[in-house]
């Protein structure tokens, strides 16, 4: 049996009324107090970009790729030679404040004389020393004590170590590596850096100096990196 329909009835008052609305829709001229999504709404994107860097998204679309692949290189070209120049400057100065400074601690106590270590600079900004098995841990303390009370040489060595990182960081050349302030220390020897450069510029160039230009060669701070550096993931490598 078909189910028994209801009947809804719309009194004459509430039609009327609705038909003269629909007659104002057409004809553009509803009540002024009707407000649209529009107009009542303002919807905010927190991601939405600025005037400004849209109309500069917009100019970097219309350009010629080259200029723009040629604009890159010039950037990064500025930005090594900068971190080149501050490297090198850095690497003079705590050259001569380390080979200053050993002639103190050797002067102070004879039994380091010809001592094998090296140093580096560990995260939190304090000297560490590298390679000292062979030390007590007398001797250990007393190196540690003066090279850490070398004011100098502590802001040096944090100053070469973030300038070293710099121009890894900005030649974009990893090579597999991770290179920053938490792994510095583990990586870098930067003792046996700056005595080695010192014995290869005073060695002879034939092959007579051949040992110790080689040894130059195997305590830059680029090569280190390489044979002790810290390898990225897979996932992270590009």
């Known amino acids: 049996m078909p189910a028994e329909r209801t009947r809804v009835q719309i009194s004459q008052e509430a039609l009327e009324k609705f038909q003269a609305y629909t007659e104002a829709a057409k004809t553009g001229s509803t009540p002024s107090n009707k407000v649209s999504l529009s107009e009542g709404v303002k919807l905010h994107n927190p991601d939405a970009l600025s005037g400004q860097d849209q109309q500069a998204l917009i100019a970097s679309l219309h350009r010629d790729p080259i200029a723009v692949a040629q604009e890159a290189l010039a950037t990064q070209a500025q930005a090594m030679k900068t971190a080149n120049l501050q490297l090198s400057a850095v690497s003079t100065t705590i050259e001569q404040t380390y080979t200053s400074l050993l002639k103190t ?9 010809g001592a094998a270590f090296g140093f580096s600079v560990d995260e939190a900004g304090a000297l560490v020393l590298t390679n000292a098995d062979t030390l007590s841990a007398d001797q250990k303390d007393r190196l540690l004590g003066a090279l850490n009370g070398s004011d100098e040489l502590v802001k040096q060595g944090n100053d070469l170590a973030d300038a070293q990182i710099a ?30 450069r010192v014995a290869a510029r005073d060695a002879p ?15 830059n701070w680029r090569q280190q990196l390489w044979t002790k550096g810290e390898h990225k993931p897979m996932s992270e490598q590009v």
């Open 105 to 113: 601690i050797t002067s102070a106590h004879p039994d380091l004389k």
């Open 167 to 196: 121009l890894f960081e900005v030649e974009r050349l990893s090579l597999g590596r991770d290179f920053n302030r938490a792994n510095y220390a583990q990586t870098i020897d930067i003792g046996a850096e700056l005595l080695a």
């Open 205 to 219: 160039r034939d092959s007579s100096g051949g040992e110790l230009h080689k040894l130059n060669m195997a305590n």
